[in-house]
């Protein structure tokens, strides 16, 4: 194994390790789960500044939702194609290269 695969494979590792510990702290232990309301109870006083600024939309947005918004995983709804009203006019054509 090359060197440069070796440390993609333990950062890599590494970072594995952290995630798995944080969340067995936030959701396994009590002391974790008062952080996580800590934690919800400033993301409810912190939205009505957030609005505010401009920085969010809406008051009710919640904390998952605008995880997932900034990770790109919020559901993004494909626009719908109208049909035409005849489908037989449809040109087919061969590619014909570069």
């Not at 950062?11 to 800590?38: I, N, S």
């Not at 993301?43 to 939702?65: C, M, R």
């Amino acid at each position: 194994m090359s060197d440069q695969n070796q440390g993609s494979f333990l950062g890599g590792l590494a970072l594995g390790l952290f995630a798995g510990a944080a969340g067995y702290f936030l959701f396994g232990t009590k002391d974790g789960e008062q952080v996580r309301k800590k934690i919800e109870k400033e993301w409810q006083d912190a939205k009505a500044t957030l609005v505010d600024e401009g920085i969010i939309k809406s008051k009710d947005l919640s904390l998952k939702d605008l995880i997932s918004e900034w990770l790109g995983m919020a559901e993004t709804k494909t626009p719908v194609k109208k049909k035409t009203k005849n489908t037989s006019q449809v040109k087919n054509t061969k590619f014909k290269g570069v």
